[in-house]
């Protein structure tokens, strides 16, 4: 069972503008970051809500591309940038902090949340063990949590953070997920922030309770990346491209909806990750736990991280 959710990537500002999301409680920008495109959408109101069908709050999208297949010196770029996007949106210095990695260590597409964890440094217990070196270090009091799938543990996730984060008390719980591609170009390439929380299985049709502010009672960011995608998005943007391929105009009446329907009468529709998912999620899940690390310790380098994890 996997708590995999659904992609909220921000467009680019033609796609938003065209699907006239621009306006009223709706902000967004885009600019070159590092040779990374970085978009952000904000929703400030309940119209905006409404128009978008999101809840309020930031949402950020970081197109890092195949980063398992770049330069170590692109690696450490986007690491620092995600870290960058992380301060801005915890918006103040927290000093105690408690990461969870969400899903099922089992099924690799579902895995980047407990990998992730493992490169994270993970202090709290310094603070019992080492009170007077770890006084001296100054260091951000860092605890984790792997929560597993309802299936696991029989518990909903939401319940097993909701208990952690009422025993540590945190005044930032940093959520990292999978998620459910709408796009099969955004599939293991993009990474995405927000500090409005998640709903864990909704890209999946596995509905769990949602994970955020009003619930914790503390400060929430979800990150995730999209690993998986159905079966239907995919079959869609592969006749789209075929239609450019062969200058053809699309069939209009050629929707998602009949794809699902036809899927569906074939058994069901189904998910997708690339081949290489085994090395994608590694390199990935190493690129968000260095930048979380990269966020709350600025003098830590990436090299040293390195050992430390490892």
């Not at 210095?93 to 993970?122: H, R, W």
Request: with cysteine; net charge negative.
């Amino acid at each position: 069972m996997s708590n995999i959710r659904t992609d909220l990537a921000v467009e680019t500002r033609e796609e938003i503008a065209k699907k006239g999301e621009i306006g009223d409680g709706v902000l967004f920008s885009e600019e070159n970051i590092d040779g990374f495109l970085c978009s952000e959408i904000e929703i400030t109101n309940e119209a905006g809500e409404k128009i978008t069908g999101r809840s309020m709050g930031k949402y950020i999208t970081i197109e890092f591309g195949r980063i398992w297949l770049k330069e170590y010196s692109e690696f450490m770029l986007a690491a620092e940038l995600i870290a960058k996007k992380i301060k801005i949106l915890a918006g103040s210095d927290d000093q105690k902090i408690l990461i969870a990695g969400l899903g099922n260590n089992y099924i690799t597409a579902d895995s980047i949340g407990p990998k992730a964890l493992q490169k994270i440094l993970i202090t709290r217990h310094l603070k019992q063990q080492l009170p007077g070196l770890y006084d001296n270090l100054d260091l951000v009091e860092m605890s984790g949590i792997a929560p597993g799938v309802l299936g696991q543990t029989g518990m909903e996730t939401a319940e097993i953070i909701l208990s952690v984060t009422e025993e540590v008390n945190p005044s930032l719980v940093i959520i990292i997920d999978a998620l459910a591609s709408r796009k099969v170009s955004r599939l293991a390439t993009t990474v995405q922030l927000s500090n409005t929380g998640i709903s864990p299985g909704s890209g999946v049709g596995n509905h769990r309770q949602a994970i955020d502010s009003k619930l914790l009672g503390t400060k929430v960011i979800s990150i995730g990346v999209p690993t998986v995608v159905d079966a239907a998005t995919l079959s869609y943007d592969v006749l789209e491209e075929a239609y450019k391929y062969l200058d053809i105009i699309p069939d209009d009446r050629l929707t998602l909806d009949i794809l699902n329907a036809s899927l569906e009468e074939m058994g069901g529709n189904f998910f997708v990750t690339p081949k290489e998912s085994d090395i994608i999620i590694n390199e990935v899940s190493k690129v968000i736990g260095y930048g979380i690390n990269r966020a709350f310790y600025e003098d830590i380098s990436f090299e040293e991280m390195s050992r430390i994890a490892n």
